[in-house]
C-alpha cells in the first residue's frame, strides 16, 4: 500500500538528498547494534545484542548515504492491533536533518501494509513523535502486552519515558 | 499468488499451522508466536483464502531457518515448494548463506535443493527452540536438511 505524504502527516518535504531509507539485511547488523548501543550507553533508549537484532532483522530499516549506515528504526508488531517503533537512531552527526522522520514514515508504511491499526512508542523525545502524527497517551492506556519486553527493562517499573501513539486508516 | 501477510492473515495461518502440528508433523505456533514474527512468514493465496504458510527466521548473520510450513489439503501440491523458493530468495536478499530446517518430510526439501546433514553440522545457534522441545535432545527423530545459498 503506497501512502501519501499527507496521510503520513507530512504535508510538503522532500527527503534530504542522497539519502534512502531500505530494509535492512544481515550485513548492516552491527552497524545497527553500534548506533543503538551508542544512545543506549547513555541511557536515551534500550541496549540491544546482536542476536535480538539478527532475530528480528525484518523488523529493520536503515537510512543510508553513499553505503554509510546514518540511521536505524525498528518496527515491532506485538499483537493482531499493535505495534511498536523501536531502536530509532540517527548518528550523531546526523541529526536535525529529517533522517528520523525519513524512518518514521517508512516505519509507519510498514505498519499500514500489514494491515495494523494503531503504531506506539515509548520515547524521551515525544516532540519528535507528536511532529509526525502520533498523540501523547498514557502509559496505562496502552494494552498489558507492551509490558511483557518492560519488566526486562532496567528501568521498570520507574519508567521514565513518554507512551506516544498514532491511529492508522486500514485498508484491505 | 505468493505474498507477505497482513495481520489479518493470522487467524487462518494459526488454523493450517496448528492443524499440521495437530498430525505431529511440525511445531504447533500461538498467537503471540505469529503477530511478533509476522515478518517473518509468506503466504499463498488462492481465492482469497491462505492456501499455505511458511517462515525463514533470521538465526545469525548467516544462518536462516525454515519453520511453521503447512497448506490446507485442498491447497495444490506445489504450493509449499513455492512458499520454501519464496523463503530462499528472500534469504538471498537478506545476505544469509545457509538456510535449514528440521524435518519428517526430508524427501520435499531435498526435492528443492536441500542436502540431509548431520543435526550436529549446524552451529549451536540453530538448536534455540530444540531446547524447549520434549523430544530433546535423545528422542528427536527429526532429519536435518541444509542448502547453501551460494550454490542455488
Same mark, same amino acid.
Given at each position: 500500500?503506497?501512502?501519501?505524504?499527507?496521510? !503520513?502527516?507530512?504535508?510538503?518535504?522532500?527527503?534530504?538528498?542522497?539519502?534512502?531509507? !531500505?530494509?535492512?539485511?544481515?550485513?548492516?547488523?552491527?552497524?545497527?547494534?553500534?548506533?543503538?548501543?551508542?544512545?543506549?550507553?547513555?541511557?536515551?533508549?534500550?541496549?540491544?545484542?546482536?542476536?535480538?537484532?539478527?532475530?528480528?532483522?525484518?523488523?529493520?530499516?536503515?537510512?543510508?548515504?553513499?553505503?554509510?549506515?546514518?540511521?536505524?528504526?525498528?518496527?515491532?508488531?506485538?499483537?493482531d492491533?499493535?505495534?511498536?517503533?523501536?531502536?530509532?537512531?540517527?548518528?550523531?552527526?546526523?541529526?536535525?536533518?529529517?533522517?528520523?522522520?525519513?524512518?518514521?514514515?517508512?516505519?509507519?508504511?510498514?505498519? @499500514?501494509?500489514?494491515?495494523?491499526?494503531?503504531?506506539?512508542?515509548?520515547?524521551?523525545?515525544?516532540?519528535?513523535?507528536?511532529?509526525?502524527?502520533?498523540?501523547?497517551?498514557?502509559?496505562?492506556?496502552?494494552?498489558?502486552?507492551?509490558?511483557?519486553?518492560?519488566?526486562? @527493562?532496567?528501568?521498570?517499573?520507574?519508567?521514565?519515558?513518554?507512551?506516544?501513539?498514532?491511529?492508522?486508516?486500514?485498508?484491505? | 499468488?505468493? =505474498?507477505?501477510p497482513?495481520?489479518?492473515d493470522v487467524p487462518q495461518m494459526l488454523a493450517i499451522i496448528n492443524a499440521r502440528a495437530a498430525r505431529g508433523e511440525i511445531l504447533p505456533r500461538s498467537q503471540n508466536y505469529l503477530c511478533q514474527n509476522i515478518?517473518?512468514f509468506?503466504v499463498?493465496?488462492?481465492?482469497?483464502?491462505v492456501a499455505a504458510c511458511g517462515a525463514?527466521?533470521?538465526?545469525?548473520?548467516?544462518?536462516?531457518?525454515?519453520r511453521a510450513l503447512a497448506s490446507e489439503p485442498?491447497a495444490?501440491?506445489?504450493?509449499e515448494?513455492?512458499?520454501? =523458493?519464496?523463503?530462499?530468495?528472500?534469504?538471498?536478499?537478506?545476505?544469509?548463506?545457509?538456510?535449514?530446517?528440521?524435518?519428517y518430510?526430508?524427501?520435499?526439501?531435498?526435492?528443492?535443493?536441500?542436502?540431509?546433514?548431520?543435526?550436529?553440522?549446524?552451529?549451536?545457534?540453530?538448536?534455540?527452540e530444540?531446547?524447549?522441545?520434549?523430544?530433546?535432545?535423545?528422542?528427536?527423530?527429526?532429519?536435518?536438511?541444509?542448502?547453501?545459498?551460494?550454490?542455488?
Amino acid at each position: 500500500m503506497e501512502i501519501g505524504l499527507e496521510q !503520513r502527516g507530512m504535508g510538503q518535504w522532500a527527503p534530504p538528498a542522497g539519502l534512502r531509507v !531500505r530494509p535492512a539485511t544481515v550485513r548492516d547488523v552491527e552497524e545497527i547494534v553500534r548506533l543503538v548501543n551508542t544512545y543506549a550507553a547513555r541511557g536515551e533508549m534500550l541496549p540491544k545484542s546482536l542476536n535480538q537484532v539478527y532475530q528480528n532483522i525484518r523488523d529493520f530499516s536503515v537510512a543510508e548515504r553513499d553505503g554509510e549506515i546514518v540511521g536505524c528504526g525498528a518496527l515491532h508488531v506485538l499483537w493482531d492491533n499493535l505495534a511498536e517503533i523501536r531502536s530509532l537512531a540517527v548518528a550523531e552527526g546526523e541529526r536535525r536533518r529529517g533522517i528520523g522522520g525519513l524512518l518514521v514514515q517508512q516505519l509507519v508504511g510498514d505498519a @499500514c501494509e500489514l494491515g495494523l491499526p494503531q503504531v506506539f512508542a515509548l520515547t524521551y523525545k515525544p516532540e519528535f513523535f507528536t511532529h509526525w502524527g502520533f498523540r501523547v497517551v498514557e502509559r496505562e492506556s496502552l494494552p498489558r502486552k507492551i509490558w511483557v519486553d518492560c519488566i526486562d @527493562c532496567v528501568k521498570f517499573p520507574q519508567c521514565d519515558e513518554v507512551a506516544v501513539l498514532r491511529d492508522l486508516e486500514v485498508g484491505r | 499468488m505468493i =505474498r507477505r501477510p497482513r495481520i489479518q492473515d493470522v487467524p487462518q495461518m494459526l488454523a493450517i499451522i496448528n492443524a499440521r502440528a495437530a498430525r505431529g508433523e511440525i511445531l504447533p505456533r500461538s498467537q503471540n508466536y505469529l503477530c511478533q514474527n509476522i515478518r517473518d512468514f509468506y503466504v499463498a493465496e488462492e481465492g482469497g483464502r491462505v492456501a499455505a504458510c511458511g517462515a525463514l527466521h533470521v538465526l545469525w548473520s548467516d544462518l536462516g531457518e525454515v519453520r511453521a510450513l503447512a497448506s490446507e489439503p485442498w491447497a495444490g501440491p506445489a504450493v509449499e515448494g513455492q512458499i520454501v =523458493r519464496a523463503l530462499l530468495d528472500e534469504g538471498r536478499r537478506l545476505g544469509l548463506e545457509r538456510i535449514f530446517a528440521f524435518t519428517y518430510f526430508a524427501e520435499f526439501f531435498v526435492d528443492l535443493g536441500f542436502a540431509i546433514v548431520e543435526r550436529e553440522s549446524l552451529p549451536r545457534v540453530a538448536w534455540r527452540e530444540c531446547i524447549d522441545c520434549v523430544k530433546f535432545p535423545a528422542a528427536c527423530d527429526e532429519t536435518t536438511v541444509c542448502v547453501e545459498l551460494r550454490k542455488t
